[in-house]
């Protein structure tokens, strides 16, 4: 029996690629960069698995483009909103995601945010740096303490509650707010309790995200948003780019609506907001939330099996 067709859009830790070349007839992209949608459209072509990023945008057009083998599309990620899943499941193609892998990865990178923008840790960085460091100063960078300070969780799924787990040690107080309320032994055990999202927004220190990209929660955060939340306080984004309104966001920063912002991902990356740029009272990152050597290994894995599995049927 021929071995099914696969196509990977980039290449990932050679252990997922080498799962699927055992099993399937495998075409990795050799391209430097996110695919052009051409060269995407023309790769898929008679594919009965596509393993992909979040990066590509796949659609209506890819499935039809791929045509009617297509049995699975593994995403490398756990958010999957680069994918059209109605359309996905209305052909019968498989999605599939990675979740679980990189929730302590990602929780640790909003935690290093959350310092980083706390103690201007960048600031600090780039200060040294300059030549700056004249000696001990006793008004020199003064910045926002964590611990004992009230965590708002925006979305208390796997990652969400991986951030209150972290907070117990920084005794802090912990809201949080979700479409669906955890069970009461969960609040207990993470001491965490429920709020509104109004409630949330003007009760914590630090606000962190942690829904994913839907319609429901696309600009959740904007400028009515922002001007609820403390002007001391600060917001952490390691979700997904346009959950907050980037151009609101920026005139909280220069406005001081708020202290401070930490940002993994941007509304329209790779693109961000030149504005954002020249804030010092901002921490930019470029999109690493499950970057770590371990995490991307465990990603490649569990994408690789959720194809084989879906392409054995
Ligand atoms: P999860 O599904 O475990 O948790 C998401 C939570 O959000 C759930 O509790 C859900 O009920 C809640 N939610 C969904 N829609 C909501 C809405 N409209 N309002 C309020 N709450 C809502 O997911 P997770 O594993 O914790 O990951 C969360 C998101 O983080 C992913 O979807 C992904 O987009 C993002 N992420 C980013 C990175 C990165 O590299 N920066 C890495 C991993 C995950």
């Excluded at 059209?84 to 990189?102: C, H, K, Q, S, W």
């Excluded at 997904?240 to 941007?266: C, N, S, T």
Aim: aromatic letters at 6%.
């Amino acid at each position: 029996q021929a071995k099914p067709r696969v196509f990977i859009t980039r290449r990932i830790p050679e252990e997922g690629i080498k799962m699927i070349m055992e099993h399937c007839e495998t075409e990795v992209s050799d391209f430097d960069g996110v695919l052009p949608r051409e060269m995407l459209l023309e790769k898929v072509k008679n594919k009965e698995g596509i393993l992909c990023l979040l990066t590509d945008t796949i659609d209506k057009e890819v499935m039809d483009a791929a045509g009617p083998k297509l049995k699975v599309i593994s995403n490398y990620a756990v958010g999957f909103n680069n994918i059209d899943v109605e359309e996905a499941t209305r052909r019968g193609i498989m999605v599939t995601n990675t979740p679980g892998v990189l929730t302590e990865t990602t929780a640790d990178l909003a935690w290093a945010l959350i310092m980083s923008i706390a103690r201007r840790i960048v600031e600090a960085d780039k200060f040294v740096r300059a030549g700056k460091f004249r000696g001990w100063e006793p008004l020199l960078l003064l910045g926002t303490d964590v611990y004992g300070a009230t965590l708002g969780i925006i979305g208390f799924g796997r990652i969400g509650q991986a951030m209150a787990r972290r907070a117990s040690g920084f005794n802090m107080k912990v809201i949080y707010y979700d479409l669906q309320r955890a069970p009461l032994q969960v609040e207990k055990e993470l001491g965490a309790s429920y709020r509104t999202l109004p409630e949330l927004l003007s009760e914590a220190d630090f606000v962190t995200i942690h829904v994913p990209l839907t319609p429901q929660t696309h600009h959740l955060i904007g400028e009515k948003e922002l001007k609820m939340m403390k002007k001391g306080a600060y917001l952490i984004n390691t979700a997904r780019g346009p959950i907050v309104d980037e151009k609101a966001l920026v005139r909280a920063l220069q406005e001081k609506w708020i202290r401070g912002a930490a940002l993994d991902v941007f509304e329209n990356e790779p693109e961000v907001e030149p504005e954002l740029l020249k804030l010092d009272n901002v921490v930019l990152a470029p999109h690493i939330g499950s970057a770590t050597y371990a995490t991307r290994t465990k990603m490649a894995t569990m994408a690789a099996e959720n194809l084989i599995k879906a392409l054995q049927g």
